[in-house]
């Protein structure tokens, strides 16, 4: 004989869990359409400069020791970090919104 739980058990057990805090992920928020308008891949660094301005900061570029590993620069805006390969975007990342916001390490320096 198998035991079928009845419907109204689970329901009424998650309701009583719905009380626990959740946390922001920055995963959920960046499935999400840009609350900002970021860079799109391709752009070069003198484009993403005239539409978005000076970045906070240009963290040290990594690679290039060899051919096959391309320098690697990235720009850090406050919503978010741009990479660069070369002088053309490559990827656009980004950064928690707050403290409370569950995301990636800061970049390393």
């Not at 719905?18 to 860079?39: I, S």
Request: proline share 9%.
């Amino acid at each position: 004989m198998t035991h079928r739980p009845n419907t109204f058990v689970l329901l009424a057990l998650l309701a009583l869990c719905g009380g626990a805090r959740a946390d922001t992920l920055l995963v959920e928020r960046a499935n999400q359409a840009p609350a900002v308008a970021q860079p799109t891949r391709g752009l070069t660094m003198g484009e993403v400069e005239a539409r978005f301005g000076a970045p906070q900061e240009k963290l040290d570029p990594r690679g290039g020791q060899k051919r096959q590993w391309p320098m690697i620069n990235r720009w850090v805006y406050p919503q978010f970090i741009v990479y660069f390969e070369k002088n053309k975007v490559i990827d656009v990342v980004a950064r928690q919104a707050d403290s409370q916001e569950i995301g990636p390490k800061p970049p390393i320096r």
